[in-house]
């Protein structure tokens, strides 16, 4: 079951998705993680990958956003091979947000979201007053400028999520690839940070693509679900059309019942149990 009701984004070289792959055989070492992968990102939409652990979901955001080089087949960034674009030239339309990013000890929110002008400067390029406004509008936007001179550590949860998206925001860029970004937050903090994720899309026109665990979430908050499993794309389209009980059996070896979230619409999925190799 394949269903693909990705728009057709225009970029620079002409009509086609932005940001896509074609014949993605990706890996570390002597693991191969995904073979002739094709997948293609659905412009001004969020979409969610989602699938079972070690499925090939961050492997494959990784390598869209140029933190790792195929194998054999390419990405391509407005129709040019991501991997001979310069990094600079690229993180002025990519940003990425890996999981449970890093900063040094005592880093303040306003130093770590004006880290993210770096690829708009140069020796002939200091800092401006535009790369101060960016900023400043990065933080408006993520509801953070009241904590500019806070020390990271000194944030909640979530707060500390969105000083990483505002750093993300700061590069200026129309593609956002996130990944896991709900990871070690409650759920109060979960939905703080989709809210805000939807928020970019719907108000800010900003493309973005999320890895995700938590079915129900990817339902609300996605456009598009893509569902992998053993490096390839098993299914493509709306949440209804993926959260399938078929699709999440198949997907996952979970027995469900899929029924309408009482405040959303979106598909709501009950867990049953743990299909068996029996059954």
Not at 126 to 132: K, L, M, R
Not at 258 to 264: A, L
Request: proline share 8%; aromatic share 4%.
């Amino acid at each position: 079951m394949t269903t693909d009701r990705s728009p057709s984004p225009t970029g620079p070289e002409g009509p086609g998705p932005r940001l896509r792959a074609e014949g993605a055989t990706l890996g570390y070492g002597e693991t191969v993680v995904t073979r002739d992968l094709d997948f293609a990102v659905a412009d001004g939409a969020v979409t969610s990958i989602i699938g079972p652990n070690g499925c090939g979901k961050s492997t494959l955001l990784r390598a869209l956003g140029r933190l790792l080089r195929p194998r054999s087949g390419q990405v391509l960034l407005d129709g040019r091979p991501i991997a001979r674009t310069p990094p600079r030239q690229v993180a002025r339309t990519v940003a990425v947000l890996p999981q449970a990013p890093l900063a040094p000890p005592g880093l303040t929110v306003g130093d770590l979201v004006m880290r993210g002008r770096h690829p708009h400067q140069s020796w002939y390029r200091q800092w401006s007053s535009s790369d101060a406004g960016e900023v400043a509008r990065a933080l408006e936007m993520t509801g953070m400028a009241g904590f500019a001179e806070r020390p990271l550590e000194r944030l909640s949860g979530g707060q500390r999520q969105r000083a990483w998206i505002s750093m993300a925001l700061a590069q200026g860029t129309d593609l956002l690839l996130l990944d896991e970004p709900t990871t070690y937050l409650d759920l109060a903090h979960q939905i703080e940070v989709l809210e805000l994720v939807r928020a970019l899309n719907r108000d800010h026109g900003r493309t973005v693509v999320m890895v995700l665990h938590d079915l129900n979430l990817a339902g609300r908050y996605s456009d598009l679900l893509v569902a992998m499993r053993d490096g390839a794309v098993r299914a493509s389209g709306a949440p209804g059309e993926v959260l399938t009980p078929d699709l999440v059996a198949e997907t996952f070896g979970l027995e469900c019942k899929v029924v309408p979230d009482p405040v959303s619409g979106s598909p709501l999925v009950v867990p049953v149990g743990v299909r068996t190799e029996e059954g």
